[in-house]
């Protein structure tokens, strides 16, 4: 069975810190892997979308990784600011075909603090 | 236009009435989606649609009955619906559902049922 597993669940730090968020996957054939930011109450946001022979991929201050052997991948937030809080949601597609290929993993609830 | 829009932000209903939700792209996308989210979950995939036609019913009550009327449009009909049903309904398109493609999420309809 397809899983993404995240972590931390949650974490907080302080505003201007930097931070790395985690996701493990068993998700199988892989096609990509992406994050999302969601604010509160909102929908998800696309930061980064890799597929298999992407290592590194940066959007402003997010910087994703991802190691397609060990089938794991990071989220790195430079310099944190206030509203970057919110959870991140890990996301990997399978290349098996169909709508429903996309894992959802339960996302790391991210809390900037002044 | 990268937007996606839904209407109404909140919803608070009866177990007996009837409403809808609305969901709104231009950006040319022939998939759309829809997902529901409880607090502190990940989205839960309810139904796709490609080019007009459903594709996918994640096997969904029939008090929700969802309707495509054009590439741009897509539409929840909601009725007798339960108290469990409250939630973050979220809808979502992509450019096809084959592929390297980004979803892009509305910001979501907040659903409570009394």
């Known amino acids: 069975k397809n899983q993404v597993e995240q972590s931390p669940q949650s974490l907080i730090i302080l505003e201007g810190k930097n931070c790395t968020l985690q996701?493990?996957?068993?998700?199988?054939?892989?096609?990509?892997l992406r994050w999302y930011k969601q604010d509160t109450g909102r929908g998800p946001v696309s930061l980064t979308i890799?597929?298999?022979?992407?290592n590194t991929k940066s959007n402003g201050r997010y910087t994703a990784t991802l190691d397609a052997d060990t089938k794991q991948s990071s989220l790195h937030i430079t310099a944190s600011q206030l509203s970057d809080s919110a959870s991140y949601i890990c996301?990997?597609?399978?290349?098996?075909?169909?709508?429903?290929?996309?894992?959802f993993g339960k996302g790391t609830h991210l809390i900037i603090q002044p | 236009d990268t937007e996606v829009t839904q209407t109404p932000k909140h919803l608070v209903m009866g177990m007996t009435n009837k409403k809808s939700l609305k969901c709104e792209q231009h950006?040319?996308?022939?998939?759309m989606y829809w997902y529901k989210q409880k607090a502190k979950k990940p989205p839960e995939l309810m139904f796709v649609?490609?080019?007009?036609?459903?594709?996918i019913n994640e096997s969904v009550p029939s008090r929700f009955s969802p309707e495509c009327p054009n590439s741009s449009l897509l539409n929840l009909h909601l009725h007798a619906l339960q108290p469990e049903d409250s939630a973050l309904y979220l809808c979502?398109?992509?450019?096809?559902?084959?592929?390297?493609?980004?979803?892009?999420f509305g910001p979501g309809t907040r659903l409570t049922v009394l």
């Open positions: 649609y490609s080019y007009e036609k459903l594709s």
């Open positions: 979502a398109s992509s450019q096809d559902l084959a592929g390297v493609d980004t979803q892009y």
């Open positions: 996301v990997v597609r399978d290349s098996g075909g169909g709508a429903d290929g996309l894992t």
């Open positions: 950006m040319g996308h022939r998939a």
């Open positions: 996701c493990n996957y068993t998700v199988s054939p892989f096609s990509n």
């Open positions: 890799m597929t298999f022979s992407e």
